[in-house]
């Protein structure tokens, strides 16, 4: 049976483990990566601030910003994943035009 892995740590996330299902990005951790993760973010945030200011308020708005709070791990996977599915695709013919 495969488990589904911590986005965080990339561990396998076991039945009777509390854990944190993220519904946006459809991503699991256990619940101290995801206390961990959480408190990193936070710390990112509060470091932003105190170089930027109340500009710093946005930075959690910005659309290029959007997925910067994935861990490595999540960002690898994502990256395997849409490999995984480009492979299965038909190759593409180039047409001349001219």
């Known amino acids: 049976m495969e488990h589904v892995r911590c986005a965080q740590c990339?561990?396998?996330v076991r039945a009777r483990q509390v854990s944190v299902a993220h519904v946006r990005s459809a991503l699991v951790?256990?619940?101290?990566?995801?206390?961990d993760l959480h408190a990193q973010v936070q710390a990112e945030y509060l470091r932003g601030y105190d170089e930027l200011g109340v500009a710093a308020l946005m930075t959690p708005y910005e659309r290029d910003a959007l997925a910067a709070w994935?861990?490595?791990a999540a960002i690898d996977e994502a990256v395997e994943e849409l490999s995984a599915q480009l492979q299965h695709l038909p190759p593409m013919r180039v047409q001349d035009v001219g």
């Open 29 to 35: 951790f256990h619940a101290d990566c995801w206390v």
């Open 10 to 12: 990339r561990n396998p």
């Open 70 to 72: 994935l861990p490595e």
